[in-house]
């Protein structure tokens, strides 16, 4: 009787400690879960600096040391709501 339940203790043991490899905090789902969620950062990170170095290629083309006077024409149409005389607006 004593052989039967060492066994079936050893047996539940390695149930337990392989749930706890596959399903557990630190597990292999654990583990995919965490590289996706890094991969998908990652990608986000790469379009946040994108979009900073636009800004700031736009920001130094508007600073004082180079001005793009074609840069500052549109940004100043756009924010006063302005055309010219030989423009068609569509909307």
């Given at each position: 009787?004593?052989?039967?339940?060492?066994?079936?203790?050893?047996?539940?043991?390695g149930l337990?400690?392989?749930?706890?490899?596959v399903q557990?905090?630190?597990?292999?789902?654990k583990r995919?879960?965490?590289?996706?969620?890094?991969?998908?950062?990652?990608?986000?990170?790469?379009?946040?600096?994108?979009?900073?170095?636009?800004?700031?290629?736009?920001?130094?083309?508007?600073?004082?040391?180079?001005?793009?006077?074609?840069?500052?024409?549109?940004?100043?149409?756009?924010?006063?709501?302005?055309?010219?005389?030989?423009?068609?607006?569509?909307?």
């Open positions: 009787m004593g052989v039967l339940l060492y066994f079936a203790g050893t047996l539940m043991l337990y400690f392989t749930f706890a490899a557990g905090d630190y597990g292999v789902f995919a879960e965490i590289d996706a969620e890094a991969r998908a950062l990652t990608e986000e990170l790469a379009l946040v600096q994108a979009d900073v170095a636009r800004l700031e290629n736009l920001t130094r083309r508007l600073s004082d040391t180079y001005l793009d006077l074609d840069l500052l024409d549109e940004r100043a149409r756009d924010v006063l709501g302005m055309v010219r005389a030989d423009e068609i607006v569509i909307r």
